[in-house]
């Protein structure tokens, strides 16, 4: 009897213990009433985002030669962060339906536009033409309840995230004015030529993982971003970027902003397309160039970065699921009939894209005369670095050191922690989506997954996505940074 009243009592005991905060109980108390010992659990039993975060941190390894040299440029701003659906609510706009629009005009473009990819849980980044209605929304943003400044450009990101490495010396050029020269790092090079008198504000709306306007609800948490940016929009910085390189004297260079200018329209574009390519070919072919898209609309403006301007003078691009499509799309390349990605998107039909543009643009044979070896391609599940042999070392690591910053920065976090982020790639997939091709397995202990078609070679690594993401803006350009800080340029090429 008095053993029947001592075994309730410790479980009182135990049950008292647990929910006052205790973690583990004595192991004599657990063994006395039977309940099993709750420890730390053997590697057998930890989750798979347990056991991926781990094999990050033992596998992930800096490449022998580093850089301690790298240029960027060159679009920058002051990103203002508020809540989509709540700033749309303030300027007095009704939900409705979704449509897309290469350059908002108005208040409604804005709205038609902002529904159309949330309800898709897509980025896009668009230009705002009327300069008075864009003023007036960005003073209802900033005064927005919750409203937040931040660094903001693809360069200024890249420059942010590569100026945490205290080895590494970065340069960036762009429209910098007092604000954000102020919000830099301070170990950061300007340029005296890159300093303006006003900063270009950008704004981002941000929407959260099933979030409701209306009938709209987000899949995912994601954001669109517009702006009146004049001075980005004409990369009116570049040729002063150029101009820095030779006392600066990089060992590489990290180009975006192309896409500020789809907006300013096509006879604008056209010739200050031209004068880039001319600008960006004055950099010795010595030092590669990592160009970072974004969201773009105009099928003839992206072929002209493909085919004849900028992609051949490049040794690397990074893009994302929407810039991967449209650029095949653009160039009527595999997958093109499709309107747009549903849910994750197909490994097979990633890779073939991947593939047709290393082919068609890229230097697959060495008597090529393009540059192009290298594509960093990430979306919210994975990310897949494809290489031509003999160009790119260490990838296995760069592709898991992106995988490892997003899963980390999207949660406002400095490491990933397993117990906020959730595994969502699939775990077997295919190297094509068409015939002959190889099935394939993402192992969590070994988590890059690596197939070779031809001489192109593909890492892939799972993301470990955060549950409640803190901020999504600029992941894409700490996921490029952080892949660049841990690849290495082989400089003995095949020729």
């Known amino acids: 009897m008095w053993r029947k009243a001592s075994a309730a009592a410790l479980l009182a005991l135990a049950v008292g213990y647990f929910y006052h905060g205790g973690s583990e109980l004595p192991e004599q108390i657990l063994t006395y009433i039977g309940l099993p010992n709750i420890q730390t659990p053997p590697e057998s ?17 800096l490449p022998t030669r580093q850089w301690s040299r790298v240029a960027v440029g060159v679009n920058a701003c002051v990103d203002v962060v508020v809540s989509g659906v709540g700033l749309l609510q303030a300027l007095a ?8 629009h290469e350059v908002l005009h108005s208040k409604e473009d804005l709205k038609e536009a902002f529904i159309h990819y949330m309800e898709r849980g897509a980025a896009a980044e668009r230009f705002f033409s009327d300069s008075e209605v864009f003023q007036r929304i960005a003073r209802a943003a900033a005064e927005y309840p919750g409203a937040k400044l931040y660094v903001g450009g693809n360069a200024a990101l890249i420059a942010q995230k590569l100026a945490t490495y205290p080895d590494l010396v970065v340069l960036l050029c762009g429209p910098i004015g007092p604000k954000l020269h102020e919000m830099l790092d301070e170990q950061m090079v300007v340029p005296p030529g890159s300093m303006q008198e006003t900063d270009e504000y950008h704004l981002i709306l941000e929407y959260k993982a099933g979030e409701q306007w209306g009938s709209t609800q987000a899949p995912q948490a994601n954001r669109f971003i517009f702006s009146h940016d004049v001075s980005n929009g004409e990369m009116s910085s570049l040729e002063t970027f150029v101009e820095s390189l030779e006392e600066f004297d990089p060992e590489l260079v990290v180009l975006s902003g192309l896409h500020m ?15 880039a390519v001319a600008a960006i070919s004055e950099i010795p072919r010595d030092i590669p160039i990592h160009l970072e898209l974004a969201s773009m609309t105009d099928k003839d403006y992206m072929n002209s970065i493909m085919q004849e301007q900028v992609m051949p003078i490049v040794s690397s691009i990074g ?12 160039g009527e390349g595999p997958h093109a009939e499709m309107v747009a990605w549903q849910g994750i998107p197909d490994v097979g039909r990633v890779s073939d894209i991947l593939l047709w543009i290393l082919e068609q643009h890229g230097r697959i044979e060495p008597s090529s005369e393009a540059d192009l ?36 920065q999207a949660c406002g976090l400095q490491a990933v922690d397993p117990g906020k982020v959730e595994l969502k790639a699939p775990l077997e997939f295919y190297s094509s989506h068409a015939e002959p091709r190889e099935q394939l397995s993402l192992i969590p202990e070994q988590p890059v997954t690596v197939w070779r078609r031809g001489n192109v070679t593909f890492h892939l690594t799972a993301v470990l996505v955060c549950r409640q993401p803190l901020r999504t803006v600029g992941l ?10 841990y690849s290495e340029f082989e400089t003995q090429q095949p020729f």
């Open 373 to 408: 070896t290298r594509i960093h391609f990430h979306t919210l599940a994975y990310h897949i670095l494809a290489t031509v042999d003999g160009y790119w070392g260490n990838q296995a690591s760069a592709v898991m050191a992106g995988a490892r910053v997003a899963s980390s």
């Open 45 to 61: 039993q930890k989750s798979l985002e347990q056991v991926v975060s781990s094999a990050w941190e033992t596998l992930i390894t």
């Open 261 to 275: 200018m789809e907006g300013q329209g096509r006879e604008l574009w056209e010739d200050r397309l031209k004068e």
């Open 319 to 330: 893009l994302n699921e929407q810039e991967l499509l449209f650029l095949s799309q653009a």
């Open 93 to 100: 706009v009704d939900p409705g339906s979704g449509l897309n």
């Open 476 to 485: 894409g350009d700490a996921i490029s940074a952080e892949g660049l800080v």
